[in-house]
């Protein structure tokens, strides 16, 4: 499926139909969506997992466990990452082998995560390392024409809130989100994407299209979509920080999407097309 782009711009608008003009309030995802301090998880969820199936010697192939393992990484992405181990757990119990609590398959993966990023981390706050060098292109300046436009703006994230907070701080972009920051907590069932976005249509007295869902995972898309929002879906190749991901694109619009942006170097005329100003 695809849709017309915007004259002279990279904005691909799927959904010619989305109402417009109405955003007093958006949503937005931190990983992949904003910051790529965590840009290549995946390679290293992914094999932990096929490696931990692997164990059981079901006589599985890697590669057939390798796709099942993406599948549904792939499908909860976007939730909290306990929900990913919790269906690792599942795999290796329908397979006859005897799981690991799915918070020390967490611990165990986010040791091995910390070994990718924490030359990233450190490097911005010693300030080796520039801010916007580990934010998606524009990213920085589309987040403060929302802001100038009086848009209260919220984070939620998979990721564990103390990260989050950690990591919004270290990119100097935390000031941005005034409506307020989430992220997975230990009662995971207490927080998800789709619990944030019904307690701002609910607290602010909203219909769906004043509110404004900007994500890389499908489950903000599809999420933001039930809500009646405006769904864009940020299909980031991330190793570059911009660019398009034609996987992440296709995934994003399967879900809903009404507009895919492959970064926010086209931010300023985005928000003219979400505002309705010409």
């Known amino acids: 499926m695809s849709g017309y782009f915007l004259p002279g711009t990279s904005i691909e608008i799927i959904n010619p139909n989305v109402v417009r003009g109405r955003i007093r309030y958006a949503l937005f995802d931190f990983d992949g969506t904003l910051s790529v301090i965590r840009e290549g998880w995946q390679q290293v969820m992914i094999p932990f997992m096929v490696d931990e199936i692997m164990k059981l010697n079901t006589g599985e192939s890697r590669e057939e466990v390798f ?58 706050k010693n300030g080796t390392i520039h801010p916007d060098d580990m934010l998606i292109v524009g990213a920085r300046q589309f987040l403060q024409s929302l802001l100038d436009r009086g848009v209260i703006m919220f984070l939620a994230s998979g990721t564990d809130i103390e990260y989050v907070l950690d990591e919004a701080a270290a990119l100097k972009i935390d000031h941005f989100f005034k409506g307020g920051i989430y992220g997975a907590i230990a009662d995971y069932k207490k927080m998800s994407k789709k619990i944030v976005i019904e307690r701002i249509l609910r607290e602010n007295n909203l219909s769906g299209p004043e509110l404004l869902v900007v994500g890389d995972g499908y489950v903000e898309i599809e999420d933001g979509k039930a809500a009646g929002g405006v769904a864009v879906g940020a299909a980031t190749y991330e190793p570059a920080r911009g660019g398009i991901d034609e996987w992440k694109r296709n995934r994003l619009i399967g879900v809903g999407a009404d507009i895919i942006i492959p970064d926010y170097r086209d931010g300023q005329r985005l928000i003219e097309y979400l505002f309705d100003c010409r």
């Open 67 to 124: 796709n099942i393992v993406r599948e549904f990484v792939t499908r909860l992405t976007g939730k909290q990452t306990i929900y990913q181990m919790i269906q690792l757990a599942e795999e290796i119990e329908k397979r006859g082998g005897t799981p690991l609590d799915p918070l020390e398959y967490k611990r165990m993966y986010l040791d091995r995560l910390w070994e990718r990023i924490k030359d990233r981390v450190a490097g911005l």
